[in-house]
Nanobody, 130 residues
């Protein structure tokens, strides 16, 4: 069974930090380093939007402009886990955060698309109060 399980969400105040985790399990992820890992978020009533992506080795990452300088995506391939460190959180960061994985490289244009990722977690809620 293939699973991506997010954790680490919660209710925080503006300016606080959170670290989200995404643990991968299952035979598909036996070669975890073969997968691009990404984070998306979805606010109530809105579409799911790209936040960040990291390469299989962890050597390359991309971010949406609104989180650059505040969020950091990372991964521990030995633990089959990806992370999203979120600092200086703002109320507009409030959303359900999803991790996603895919072994294919779609390029910079493709990484923003939800259909570029085959595997998804169930999401974790992040709420930032002002």
């Amino acid at each position: 069974q293939v699973q991506l399980v997010e954790s680490g969400g919660g209710l925080v105040q503006a300016g606080d930090s959170l670290r989200l985790s995404c643990a991968a399990s299952g035979r598909t992820f036996s070669s975890f380093s073969s997968y691009f890992m990404a984070w998306f978020r979805q606010a109530p009533g809105k579409e799911r939007f790209f936040v960040a992506r990291i390469s299989g080795s962890g050597g390359a990452s991309d971010y949406v402009d609104s989180v650059k300088g505040r969020f950091t995506i990372s991964r521990d391939n030995a633990e089959s886990t990806a992370y999203l460190q979120m600092n200086n959180l703002k109320p507009e960061d409030t959303a359900v955060y999803y991790c996603a994985a895919d072994s294919r490289y779609w390029g910079r244009s493709g990484m923003y698309r939800t259909d570029s990722y085959k595997y998804w977690g169930q999401g974790t809620q992040v709420t930032v109060s002002s």
